[in-house]
Nanobody, 115 residues
Framework: QVQLVESGGGLVQPGGSLRLSCAAS????????LGWYRQAPGKQREWVAT???????NYAHSVKDRFTISRDNAKNTVYLQMNSLKPEDTAVYYC?????????WGKGTLVTVSS
């Protein structure tokens, strides 16, 4: 069973930065694709970024050039560095691990961008 625990959320002013972390249990971490998603109040969950086992990355257009996803397989941890934050980035951020036949999710961490 895989468990994912996000951390690093909080309140930040527009233009500021935060780094989210997601620690995973289990032995399949290094071979799987990992992702970050977010859900703003009253909206559907949306994809933010993914990183494959070969370190290839992809980003949603809305965060490209501002956010960076990375992973440390030795620590079973995936990160999301968020720079130049905007109020519209306010959301609960979730990490995802793509298993062979099931997707695993964390419980999320809240990011609030406000002055």
């Amino acid at each position: 069973q895989v468990q994912l625990v996000e951390s690093g959320g909080g309140l930040v002013q527009p233009g500021g930065s935060l780094r989210l972390s997601c620690a995973a249990s289990g032995s399949i971490f290094s071979s799987r694709t990992l992702g970050w998603y977010r859900q703003a109040p009253g909206k559907q969950r949306e994809w933010v970024a993914t990183i494959a086992s070969d370190m290839g990355t992809n980003y949603a257009h809305s965060v490209k050039d501002r956010f960076t996803i990375s992973r440390d397989n030795a620590k079973n941890t995936v990160y999301l560095q968020m720079n130049s934050l905007k109020p519209e980035d306010t959301a609960v951020y979730y990490c995802q691990l793509r298993g062979l036949s099931v997707y695993y999710w964390g419980k999320g961490t809240l990011v609030t961008v406000s002055s």
